[in-house]
């Protein structure tokens, strides 16, 4: 009976944890590919001023575009974004065991007249502290030797992890925790929850792709 409990809970999970670190990942490419184009064309034709940039036409401002998409998908790692999806799918059943059977039982943050702010706070605020460290540590570290192949990932991982820890304590609780505790509608908490993740699984990935 828990063990079919588990599988119900992880199910929805699963599919939004994959979903989450593939779509960081082509996110991450696409950002470290616009910024390496940007570097070539300064290097090439030299700071382009605001007056060259504001006199293009319409039209050769979307071939621009176009051109970028093209040779973005044409230099897009699919393997690596997969390999990406695959830790998102690894990670949920660890987290959502953490929150759905740990947190929730001994952290309720629902009384009889609904979600208090002060207990959604603290079970964000525990979350981000137990649970969520040995997360970003496998990540950056399965980042810098899997998709990166650096013989040195263990010690990138621990350079990296104490400013992304920093960054996260800045907003991560006090978001999920303003989320949980504001939006009533679940359809609309999910979506604003995946928002989030995607936005931080994002900036990981950047935190973890080599300059």
Request: charged share 10%; with cysteine; aromatic share 10%.
């Amino acid at each position: 009976m828990a063990g079919r409990v588990l599988l119900q809970a992880l199910l929805p999970r699963s599919t939004m944890a994959t979903a989450t670190f593939f779509t960081a990942d082509v996110a991450s490419q696409a950002i470290a590919h616009a910024s390496s184009e940007q570097s070539l064309s300064s290097l090439s034709s030299g700071s382009t001023s605001t007056s060259s940039l504001t006199s293009l036409r319409p039209l050769e401002s979307l071939d621009s575009i176009s051109g970028s998409l093209d040779s973005f998908t044409s230099e897009w790692d699919l393997s690596r974004s997969a390999k990406s999806a695959a830790f998102g799918l690894s990670i949920v059943s660890w987290y959502g065991f953490s929150t759905t059977f740990v947190l929730s039982k001994v952290l309720p943050a629902c009384s009889k007249k609904g979600i208090t702010l002060s207990m959604a706070l603290l079970q964000s605020s525990a979350q981000q502290a137990l649970f969520a460290p040995p997360l970003t540590f496998s990540f950056l570290y399965s980042s810098a030797a899997v998709l990166h192949g650096d013989e040195t990932a263990f010690e990138t991982a621990k350079e990296q992890l104490p400013g992304v820890g920093a960054t996260a304590w800045s907003f991560l609780p006090w978001v999920n925790g303003l989320v949980n505790w504001g939006i009533r509608s679940p359809g609309l908490k999910k979506a604003a929850l995946a928002s989030v993740s995607t936005g931080w699984a994002t900036y990981l990935a950047v935190v973890a792709t080599p300059s």
